[in-house]
């Protein structure tokens, strides 16, 4: 284990408490339209502030005034991505590594397959593969987050209209020698290889399948495609009369602080905050979707030593090479966004965005 000495730096920015015991509701509003939940994997508000200093003292996030906090523990004191995924589709605090079930390995429905039900769109994007633990667990139920083939057959049981990653092989190159992708253009998906593919597609569903498995780092060469991908997702689910659900990961936040790179850590929070501004943008002229930004938990447990907010320089200090057990932000924005706001569980989003949506839950 890494040890240094830090000083943790907030932003600067007002968390506003909710008195009482129970979690707001939003009963009596008129429920939401669309929901974006953006997911920064391994974001806490040290990577935060990373990012707004990388980004030389700018982030979209700053747009957004209703702040609280996610308290991050599985059935274990740490979570895993698996777990922390789970908990915030399905409400239900698990083991680390399951996918879409609960702690006994029951099958519990997510917040994106309820969307469905009711008739909504629905959509996943992820800078990894699309089968990773954190956007599987939105749409598939497995007991083990590496059994990626498994998960990619999970994609055919359902009728999500968009989803947009890496993962091509878990779908193409199989042990079982099935094309996955064959059996979606025969429900009617457009396969796409390329942001300019998927642009060219007038209307749904379709299936992004942009790299073998996971999408190249940003200082790589991977560019604008998440925001890309993003602004494609929206304009292919927005038409649909019902509204939609759309959950976005930026995936490498949490790969950055697995191997205690700042640089690579922090330019993908830049790359995820500037999907954020995208988002933003597009929920502040539709005005009847709600944006919901948190983490599912915080990695590599960095401290910032230092930095230079016109050079963009960060002296960062880690504890971890692993996830940690602090609470992550949860930033919100639209209709029913002041119920996000205070100390929370990370299964009360689930419940929230239920609430929001005006579906009947098991709270």
């Known amino acids: 284990m890494k040890r240094a000495a830090f000083i943790l730096i907030l932003p600067f920015f007002v968390v506003i408490t909710v008195s009482g015991s129970l ?47 996610s308290k991050t523990y599985s059935t274990s004191y740490v979570t895993d991505s698996g777990a922390g995924g789970t908990a915030i589709s399905t409400g239900n605090k698990t083991y680390n590594g399951a996918i879409g079930v609960d702690s006994t390995g029951k099958p519990v429905k997510t917040i994106l397959e309820w969307a469905e039900e009711k008739g909504k769109a629905t959509g996943l994007i992820a800078t990894c593969a699309i089968t990773h633990a954190t956007p599987a667990s939105f749409i598939s139920h ?7 083939e498994l998960i990619a057959d999970d994609f055919l049981k359902t009728d999500i209209d968009v ?42 569903p ?55 790179d700042i640089n690579y850590l922090a330019t993908e929070m830049v790359d995820f905050d500037n999907a954020i501004g995208a988002v933003l943008d597009f929920a502040l002229k539709n005005g009847e979707t709600l944006v919901i930004v948190t983490a599912d938990h915080e990695t590599g447990g960095l401290g910032l030593n230092g930095g230079n907010l016109v050079t963009g320089e960060i002296k960062a200090g880690f504890t971890s090479t692993d996830h940690t057990g602090v609470m992550v932000p949860v930033f919100s924005y639209g209709p029913h966004s002041e119920i996000f706001t205070g100390f929370q569980e990370n299964t009360d989003l689930y419940f929230k965005m239920m609430d929001a949506f005006g579906f009947k839950n098991n709270r």
Request: with cysteine.
């Open 23 to 69: 979690p707001p509701t939003s009963k009596g509003i008129k429920p939401v339209k669309n929901i974006i939940l953006m997911i920064g994997d391994g974001m806490g508000t040290s990577e935060i502030y990373a990012g707004y200093t990388c980004n030389h003292g700018h982030l979209n996030l700053e747009r957004i005034r209703n702040i609280g906090f």
């Open 206 to 260: 379709v299936a992004g399948l942009l790299a073998p498995v996971h999408q190249p780092k940003w200082l790589e060469g991977r560019g604008n495609q998440l925001t890309e991908s993003v602004n494609e997702a929206i304009r292919l689910l927005v038409s649909d009369k019902d509204g939609f659900f759309l959950m976005v990961e930026g995936s490498q936040i949490d790969w950055g602080g697995h191997a205690n």
């Open 142 to 148: 497995q007991a083990n987050r590496s059994d990626y």
């Open 163 to 204: 989803f947009i990653g890496g993962g091509r092989d878990h779908f193409q190159k199989r042990k079982d020698s099935v094309d996955l992708t064959l059996k979606l253009r025969d429900k009617g998906y457009t396969v796409a290889y390329t942001i300019e593919d998927i642009k060219n597609v007038q209307k749904g």
